[in-house]
């Protein structure tokens, strides 16, 4: 059988007599398809699916009728009949309206055979039968009917799909069937009691269901009705008895689907049943029955709509039928309204709530006509003691709150009942969903004005009782909750917001609430429990008073003794402004009280009214402005908060007033447990207001309180109550002083008074704290309130006059504390003792007390600290920073320190702050290492790590402080050494990195202290230099370049400050005694001011070019003589030992004379030994200064042997930038002896060795050597005996052949090819290498020809990173990328290919470097008979290509085609002249056409080659020829060149097939020569492999059919093709070949119609290619082409549309899927035919 397949014969013509046929080849393409749809692939079924309903879009009678043809005649495979009916299917939905009625009834014949010829069901073939005749009846609704009456029977089931089948079309067209139902109703009556299969009982279920539901939308629409005469009652004998059987029988079917589907029946029924029947059924069958199946069925939705309309019938009218039975309709319902107690599936939660709604319309039905009852039953489920399940209440509650606002007409008579019915809940209820409900349903009663009614307060309390919840609750809940696992759906930090937003909107939107609201809440301000709760009173309470005080409105101002519920104003105050110490607090607290006092300060007292108006604003705008900052002053804030009160009690200027208020904030202390903060506020301010009172007795009693009614365990009531003390000692210290005895001495006991002015029952002040056992004394008081007393003694000494204080520091104050101070084990009581300690001597500081005053006891408590500090195992960071802080305060009083104490303090002291860890490291590293998100562990260490850095750098802050306080006492550089002692010789050149950072601030904070107390001293000038600078700045040099930045500039400016202070004596020792110091610094120090900015680089050399600046700055300012106490040199020693810590080392170079120079350059090697790398790289900076300045002609006779040492010391120096610096040493020396320095270093083992490699490439820096270097090195790898060939017959092939035998490189000559390698690293090098260029390029070239055959390859490993570092020498990174590229890799490794690397890199060098052409040439051609095969190829390999780049220098390109010429009889060489050869047409025309005859010749020789590489390159080079050479060349072979291609087009090597295809397109350039008519006619006939190649797996192939086609495209005189070639087959554009193929086709029908039939055939034989993807696009093709015929000339075209459809029909039988899938969408396209 041929492709075009069998001829259709006369017996298939008259099997098809049921197409409505067009006569055309569609009708056999149709046919086909729906033959073959049953294919087994899914893809190929899909677009055979999508072919037929294209087809159908244009064709839809000959698709439908043939698919029904093949339905009824052929339609053998039920699978095939499936696919045949859901295409009519799709096909209808569509084309439903553009079929003929006959069809439509050959349709409806066909679909009903297929839905009822099998007696069982069979869902997969009778559904989509069914969907037919549903959609068929929109349209035809009559044959439908009627068809389907048939099928029914009377007293006969019909099928299950027959009585589905009605059901649907009766629903999508009612208006039109609902006339015809009442015969089939009558008709299945009779059959009802014979149904008992399940599925049938459901169908009739449904069918009745949709009818009743048809008729009801019938009659709602019955104006537009054909039968305005039909009524409900119409059908009422027919739905009643089929209600009685489906009631009786159905309804507790063993099958869910058919309850569900009887109970929706029953609902729609009931709408059509007759009235009577109804009222008798539904309290007696109905009801029963919609109720049993609710705990039968999952899906309780469609129950409750069946419920629902029941219902809705039911109280039609007002009837009350349902009242016998509501209290059960009521227990129904109700249980439904409740939460399931196992929560829906997510796909479930839509239905539970449209069940929800239901249930909540089924109660609003139920309350229009029975409120009372209704009403009644709900009430009676909120009884907590009755109901005891929260979703029974919660539930409840919703249906109330529904009812509230769907059915408030008919609750005006029950809103008490309902308000009195609710308010038990409010409180007895415990369940936090309940609640969130009672909150919710408040403010819906609200707005309905419910709580207007008498118990609405009670509604109000509850929701604030919800705002008052505590943050401890929800901590608490929330633990429980995680550790139980659960994310329950409400929570008390929920339920809290919701209540605040509630109060909120009821305060500003909820109509009327202001009558209740006001004064309503400010009863709850001041009760402890509401405190969670203050910031939402203060802001409802403000958004009332503000408009009301505003308007003037008559209930504004209050009278609280006719209201005695409300607080008093002097508890309203207390209670506000001790909350206002949290002003950030929850619901902005801060700013809701400012808010709330401003407007009710004429309500509080009028005379605060202007000064509150004033005040209030500015103090919110404080906090506006620092909340949200991280810098937020809560001490700034309690100043202000106390000036306000001390300000409104000065204005108010009344003590009753005043006493009152102190009362009340006494009485309030309760309120504040666990709230330290305004515990703290509340008793301070109690202390203030005792500060302004004259009432001695009251001011006694309150101390009592203040001192009682303090928690001493908590810190801030400590403090708080001592300032409170220290506040009333400024007008009243000695009853505070007598208060504190009476304390201590417990004598005051007896009248101890409970907070709020009672005594406590049997707890005097002995029995209190009489258990307390660790006192140090016979003190009844335990070591809390002992803390206290401390403290209060320190605020006593602080606030007190101090002229009284001096009078009382013996007697009551010093004498208080000394019994303490002994044996101590608490760090809490050593903190409060410190405290106390600094209070006391602030308070003597001259500054304080107006006059001089020495304080005998100051180094007993210096003494006492360090005990503290040091001694103690109790002791903390917090305990340390207090005690620093303390000394650095008693260092300040007079005498200066005694130095035995001074140096005991700093050696006792220096050790826990210098060798603690680097805790800011620790929290770098743990949030690095930390996961994203962190992990609760994670996050724990990172947040503990926060606060301990603060306490650490404050210990740091004050040990720093300490020794400044010393320093101030005695201003002498002296002084300032022997704080450094123990700093240099311990911590200074630390391995810590910590440690040495905080010893290099500690000098510099020292530094410049001592400049700004010297700046201020009057005294005699006794000072004349820095003594033992050079000691110190020895000290730091190495610091200058530490690893830490921090160090570094430190260190730098610590340097600056040394040498500012020796100027700052030295030009200050001739001064008056009353003028004040130089401070005039010198112009250098300007300079290295600059420089030190600069250290703040991490970059070592910049590092270091700064240190060589500074050393240059440094050598004036020191001294030229050594210092005396210098009693030997470093070199005078064996070991060169310094310090203890090895570091402490004499000052730099111009400190010695010339006999120290050895000396110093001993100090600078014992300076490379520091513990850092880039420590000891600075010191060898000046080392190799030293050596500049001073190492000539004094070192000439130690040149040996400083190579050998430098080399040695080099061996044991870890770091690089170290080495480097040493390593200028050996540039100096090889100035004088630079061939012995170089063949030393290449004696050296390979690989080198890192001195070397440095060494090497230290010389090449030196531009008086780098010359001689290189001519020695190139020397060596081009004229010396590089490789040794004993190996075997290495280098006898040619570049592209297998070579079995070695060579083997010399070691001279692998070293110099690696140092050649190493000097290339060096960016200096860069203009060496562009000036000696075609000397270093061609040895390195050569190099790689003389690499090849090595055993291991090492070699010419060797020479690839050579030549790359050689590359990046050049700093072309685009040179770079070529050499990087994994395919010029493989190349370069091969002993076949490494010839195409060397062609890469000539053709890169071409477009950068072909100025160099000449002298490349000059010193390479000596090699082209060179004694190794490898300097040939190379050399052939760079003249091949030399050629493509030379057209503008004649001369040169005369030698190299020349010399390829003469090379072309080697056969080692063959392949590289051919691709010289093709390189000519890379000259130019002119240079071509004089070669052309020869090299065409030689090429075309090549073209049938067996060997595949050598033919695909003469194409190659055939390709660039003809691309310039003039036409006369190739006119007269042109056809035959086209002929010989051709068989090169299916070639399956790919690379054959490409260069074919590029070589046929660069023959374009011929098409307008004498022989252009023939050439034409050969483009057309090899335009099909073009276009279908373009659909190959291979992008070679892809893009060289794309440029042929491109470049064609002009010939073929169709601009609009051209442009479409021009513009689908870009290089950077996507192909999408399927677009690309039609529109392609479309071009070609309109310019070459006459053609059309060569292209659509010649493509047809592309069927039986190899390449699936090719017959995919044959395929394609076809198709588009025969669809874009015009419909005008698809007869006339001279397609012959039977040929074309025999030959793509059997495509739809191959075996590719692919192909299947591109015919069967091919063929949609040929409708027309």
């Given at each position: 059988?041929s492709?075009?397949g069998?001829?259709t014969?006369r017996?298939?013509v008259d099997?098809?007599?049921l ?5 055309g ?10 033959n ?5 692939d899914v ?5 055979i699916?999508?072919s037929?309903r294209?087809v159908g879009?244009?064709k ?12 009824r005649?052929?339609?053998?495979r ?6 045949m009916l ?12 553009n ?7 050959e ?7 297929e ?15 069914s ?7 929109k ?8 068809k389907?009456?048939d099928?029914?029977q ?10 589905k ?15 015809f139902?009442k ?27 949709a009818?009743?539901?048809s ?5 709602a ?10 009524t409900?009652?119409?059908?009422s004998?027919e739905?009643y ?18 309850r569900?589907?009887t109970v929706?029946?029953?609902g729609?029924?009931?709408?059509i049943?007759?009235?009577e ?13 919609i109720?049993?199946?609710?705990k039968?069925e ?12 029941v219902l ?7 009837s009350?039928?349902?009242?016998p039975?509501?209290?059960?309709v ?35 039905i ?6 009372d009852?209704v ?5 009676a ?10 979703q ?10 529904h009812?509230?606002?769907?059915c ?7 809103k008490?009942?309902?308000?009195s019915?609710?308010r ?6 415990t ?22 009614l ?7 309390h509850f ?5 008052a ?16 696992k ?7 930090a ?14 500003t939107?909820v ?7 006001w004064p ?15 910031a939402?009173?203060c ?6 008073a ?7 409105a008559?209930d504004?101002?209050?009278d ?15 209670r506000l402004?001790?909350?206002l ?9 801060g ?9 009710i ?7 605060v ?9 500015k ?18 804030w ?9 300000e ?7 003590e ?20 330290g903060?305004l ?16 009432h001695r ?7 009592e309180m ?7 365990e908590?810190?801030?009531e400590?403090?708080?109550c ?7 000692s ?7 002083l007598?208060?504190?005895k009476?304390?201590?001495t417990?004598?005051s ?10 005594k ?16 140090s ?11 206290t ?7 006593v000494?602080a ?10 520091l ?19 009581v ?10 006391i001597?602030?308070a ?5 007390l107006?006059?001089?005053f020495?304080?005998?006891n100051?180094?007993?408590f210096?003494?006492?600290l360090?005990?503290?500090m ?5 002791a ?15 260092i ?7 130095e035995a ?15 603690k ?28 790590l926060g606060?301990?850095i ?11 402080e ?5 320093l ?10 022997k704080?450094?002692?123990t700093?240099v010789?311990?911590?200074?050149s630390?391995?810590?990195?910590i ?5 290099v601030q ?24 820095y003594?033992?600078?050079?000691l110190?700045?020895?000290s730091?040099?190495?610091?200058i ?10 260190s ?11 100027h ?15 401070l005039?610094?010198?112009?250098q ?6 420089l030190?900015?600069?250290?703040i ?8 070019i700064?240190?060589?600046k ?7 300012f020191i001294?030229?003589?050594p210092h ?5 040199s470093p070199?005078s ?5 310094s310090?203890?810590?090895g ?5 730099q170079?111009?400190?010695y ?14 300076g ?10 600075g ?8 050596l500049?300045l001073r190492?000539g002609?004094?070192?000439?006779t ?7 040492g430098?080399l ?9 930038k170290t080495?480097?610096?040493s ?5 100096t ?18 690989p080198?060795s890192i001195?070397?490699v ?14 001689q270097i290189?001519?020695?090195?190139t ?20 570049p ?11 070691p ?19 203009t ?8 270093i ?7 790689i ?11 010419s ?9 050689f ?11 070529v050499?990087?590229a994994?395919p010029?890799?493989?190349q ?26 000449n ?17 040939r ?6 003249f ?5 780049h ?5 001369d ?5 085609i020349n ?24 000259t ?9 005859p ?10 049938d ?16 020829i ?7 060349c ?13 068989p090169?087009?299916?070639k ?11 070589l ?8 307008f ?6 050439f ?9 492999m ?6 190959e797996?291979?992008p ?7 440029r042929?086609l491109?470049l064609?495209g002009?010939l ?7 442009d479409?070639?021009?513009?689908a087959?870009?290089?950077?554009r996507?192909?999408n ?6 529109q392609l086709?479309?071009?070609?029908v ?26 995919v ?11 874009n ?8 075209i ?6 074309v459809?025999?030959a793509?029909?059997?495509l739809?039988k ?9 015919a069967a ?5 040929m409708?027309?035919?």
């Open positions: 059988m492709i075009f069998k001829k014969t017996e298939e099997s098809r007599s197409i409505v046929s067009t006569g080849k569609i009708d056999d393409i149709v046919f086909a398809l729906v073959s749809f049953d294919d087994g893809g190929v079924k899909k677009a699916a999508e037929l294209d879009r244009q839809p009678e000959l698709v439908l009728s043939t698919c029904l043809h093949f339905v005649k052929e339609g053998k039920k699978s095939h009949v499936i696919l859901v295409t009519i299917q799709q096909l209808l939905e569509n084309e439903l309206y079929i003929s009625e006959h069809l439509g009834v349709l409806v014949a066909m679909a009903l055979t839905m009822t010829k099998e007696k069982s069901v069979e869902p997969e073939i009778q559904g989509p039968a969907q037919i005749l549903t959609t068929l009846a349209r035809f609704p009559h044959p439908v009917w009627s389907l009456t099928f029914f009377p007293g006969k089931i019909p099928h299950y799909f027959i009585i089948t009605m059901a649907d079309a009766c629903l999508v067209n009612y208006m039109e069937i609902v006339p139902l015969e089939i109703m009558a008709r299945s009556l009779p059959v009802l009691g014979q149904i008992k299969k399940d599925n049938l009982r459901w169908a009739f279920s449904f069918a009745f269901s009818w009743t539901e008729i009801a939308s019938y009659l629409n019955i104006e537009s009705a054909s039968d305005q005469n039909i409900a009652q119409t059908f004998s739905v008895p089929a209600y009685e059987m489906i009631i009786s029988s159905w309804i507790n079917n063993s099958e869910s689907k058919v569900l589907a929706q029946a029953i729609n029924m009931s709408v049943m007759q009235r029947q109804f009222e008798q059924q539904v309290t007696t069958r109905i009801l029963p029955a109720s049993g199946l609710y039968k999952k899906s309780s939705f469609p129950i409750t709509q069946a419920l629902s309309q809705s019938v039911a109280v039609k009218d007002g009350t039928c349902l009242e039975i509501l209290a059960g009521l227990n129904l319902l109700h249980p439904l309204a409740c939460k399931p107690e196992v929560a829906p599936s997510a796909d479930q939660i839509g239905i539970q709530q449209k069940n929800q709604n239901e249930i909540l319309r089924c109660f609003e139920l309350t229009s006509s029975f409120t009852p009403c009644t039953y709900l009430l489920r909120l009884d907590v003691q009755k109901v005891k399940s929260p029974i209440r919660e539930a409840t509650l919703l249906i109330l709150k009812l509230i606002t769907r408030d007409d008919k609750l005006i008579e029950k008490d009942a309902i308000l019915g609710i038990p809940l409010l409180d007895n209820e369940a936090l969903e309940v609640k969130k409900v009672l909150v919710h349903i408040t403010i819906t009663m609200g707005s309905q004005g419910y709580l207007h008498e118990g609405g307060y009670h509604f109000i929701v604030l009782k919800q705002s919840i505590t943050n401890e609750e929800i901590a608490l809940f929330d633990e429980k909750a995680k550790k139980n659960v994310t329950p759906e409400i929570t008390p929920k339920l809290r917001n919701m209540a605040d937003n509630v109060l909120n909107l009821m305060s939107t109509a009327g609430m202001d009558q209740i609201l309503y809440l400010l009863e709850f301000l001041v009760p402890a429990q509401y405190t969670s709760a203050v939402i009173i802001r409802c309470m403000a958004n009332i503000a408009p009301k005080r505003e308007s003037e008559p504004y101002l209050l609280f003794v006719r209201m005695p519920n409300l607080p008093k104003p002097t508890q309203i105050v207390a402004l001790v909350m110490n949290e002003p950030l607090a929850r619901g902005e607290l700013t809701r009280i400012l808010n709330l006092l401003q407007a300060g004429p309500i509080i007292h009028p005379a009214t202007r000064m509150w108006d004033t005040a209030m604003p103090l919110i705008t404080f906090i506006q402005n620092n909340a949200g900052s991280d810098n937020w002053d809560s001490s700034t309690e100043d202000l908060t106390l000036r306000l009160l001390s409104t009690l000065k204005i108010v200027n009344d009753e007033w005043t006493k009152e208020l102190g009362d009340e904030l006494t009485k309030q202390f309760a309120s504040y447990k666990g709230y903060t515990k703290k506020a509340a008793l301070k301010y109690v202390g203030l207001i005792l500060q302004k009172m004259t007795e009251f001011i006694q009693q309150k101390l203040l001192f009682h009614g303090a928690e001493h908590l810190e801030l400590r403090h708080g001592a300032q409170a003390f220290g506040f009333c400024a007008s009243h210290l000695d009853i505070v007598d208060k504190i009476e304390l201590l417990g004598k006991a007896a009248s101890a008074l409970a907070v709020g002015g009672e406590k029952k049997g707890s005097g002040f002995f029995s209190i704290f009489s258990g307390d056992s660790s006192s004394s016979s003190s009844p008081l335990g070591q809390k309130q002992k803390n007393i401390f403290l209060c003694v320190g605020y000494t606030y007190a006059s101090p002229k009284l204080v001096l009078s009382r013996d007697s009551h104050i010093l004498h208080t504390l000394e019994p303490f101070l002994a044996n101590l084990k608490s760090a809490d050593m903190e409060n003792i410190i405290k106390a300690i600094d209070l001597a602030k003597l500081h001259p500054s304080h107006g006059e001089a020495r304080f005998k100051r180094d007993n210096i003494e006492v360090i005990k503290f040091t001694l103690s195992k109790d903390t960071d917090q305990t340390r920073v207090l005690g620093l802080n303390a000394a650095s305060t008693l300040h009083l007079d005498p200066p320190l005694p104490l001074q140096q005991k303090f700093i050696e006792s002291v220096i050790k826990f702050v210098y060798e860890p680097d805790l800011v490291q620790q929290l770098q590293q743990a949030q690095a290492s930390a996961s994203n998100p962190p992990s609760s562990a994670q996050q724990k260490t990172i947040q503990e606060p301990l603060k306490q650490q750098q404050l210990v740091e802050d004050n040990f720093n300490a020794l400044s306080s010393m101030f006492m005695e201003t002498t550089t002296a002084t300032l050494n704080l450094f002692r700093i010789d311990k911590y200074l630390s391995p810590i990195a440690q040495r950072r905080r010893s500690t000098i510099l904070a020292l530094l410049k202290r001592f400049i700004e107390y010297k700046s201020s001293d009057q005294g005699p000038k006794t000072e004349v230099k003594a033992s600078m050079g110190l700045i020895g730091l040099i190495p610091r370049t530490d690893p830490d930045t921090e160090v570094r500039l430190v730098s400016e610590a340097l600056e400050m040394i040498l500012f202070i020796d700052m004596l030295k030009s200050s020792v001739e001064l008056a005694p009353d003028q004040p110091y130089s005039a610094p010198p112009d120090l300007a300079t290295l001011t600059a030190r900015e600069k250290l680089t991490p970059h070592l050399n910049e590092q270091f700064i240190s060589h500074i050393s240059a700055i440094l050598s004036p001294t030229s003589t005396p106490s210098a009693q030997s070199a020693s064996s070991s060169g030992s310090s203890s810590s570091n402490a080392i004499p000052i170079a111009n400190s004379t010339t006999n120290d120079l050895l000396d110093l350059v001993m100090t600078m090697i014992q490379l030994g520091d513990q850092q790398p880039s420590s000891s790289s010191t060898c900076v000046y080392l190799n200064t030293i500049k190492g002609d004094e070192l000439q130690n040149v040996s042997q400083i190579v050998l430098l040695g010391a080099l061996a044991k120096i870890n770091d690089d080495q480097n610096g390593l200028h040493s050996i540039r020396l090889a100035n004088h002896h630079l061939l012995l320095v170089l063949e030393e270093l290449l004696k050296q083992p390979i080198h001195i070397v440095k060494s090497l490439q230290i010389l090449a820096k030196d531009p008086n050597l780098i010359t290189i001519d020695h090195f020397d060596i790898l081009n004229n010396s005996q590089v490789v040794d060939e004993s190996g075997g017959n290495a280098g006898q092939k040619g592209n052949q297998v070579n079995a035998g070695f060579q083997t490189p010399l001279r000559a692998m070293s110099t090819t690696l140092a050649l390698g190493e000097l290339f690293e060096l960016d200096e090098l860069e060496v290498v562009n000036e000696n260029f075609a000397q390029f061609s040895t390195l070239l050569l190099r020809g003389t690499t090849r055959f090595s055993k291991d390859g090492g070699a490993d060797q020479i690839y990173q050579t030549f790359k570092k590359v990046t020498c050049l700093k072309d990174t685009e040179f770079d990328t050499l990087s994994a010029f890799q493989q370069f490794k091969s002993n076949d290919q490494y010839f195409r690397a060397v062609i890469q890199i000539v053709a890169y060098i071409s477009k950068t470097h072909s100025a160099h052409f002298a490349i040439y000059d010193f390479i051609l000596p090699y082209l008979q060179g004694n190794f095969l490898g300097q190829v190379v050399t052939a390999a760079l091949c290509e030399m050629i493509s030379c057209s503008d220098n004649r040169l390109l005369q030698y190299l010399n390829i010429l003469s090379i072309m009889v080697d056969e080692k060489l063959k392949l590289i002249t051919l691709i010289g050869l093709g390189n000519v047409a890379h130019g025309p002119e240079t071509t056409n004089l070669f052309a020869t090299v065409i010749d030689a090429l075309m020789c090549s073209i080659a067996p060997d595949e590489v050598l033919a695909m390159e003469a194409m190659n080079g055939l390709t660039k003809f691309n310039v050479v003039h036409e006369n190739v006119a007269p072979i042109l056809v035959n060149i086209c002929h010989r291609i051709r090169a087009f299916e399956k090597n790919v690379m054959i097939r490409s260069a074919s295809y590029e046929f397109g660069s023959l374009h350039r011929f098409g020569s004498a022989a252009s008519s023939n034409f006619d050969q483009i057309h006939n090899n335009l099909p073009l276009y279908l190649h373009l659909n797996e291979q070679e192939v892809v893009r060289a059919c794309k042929a491109k064609f002009p073929l005189h169709a601009p609009d093709l051209a479409f070639f021009n513009e087959l870009d290089e950077d996507h192909l070949i399927q677009d690309f193929l039609n086709s479309a071009l070609l309109r310019y070459f119609p006459e053609r059309l039939n060569y292209y659509v055939m010649n493509t047809c034989d592309f069927f039986k290619s190899d390449w699936i993807t090719i017959r696009a044959a395929a394609s093709f076809v198709g588009y082409a025969m669809g015929i015009p419909p005008d000339r698809r007869y006339t001279g397609v012959n549309p039977s040929l459809t025999n793509i029909i059997p739809l191959q075996d590719s899927p692919e192909v299947r899938t591109a969408n091919a063929m949609s396209f409708y027309g035919f």
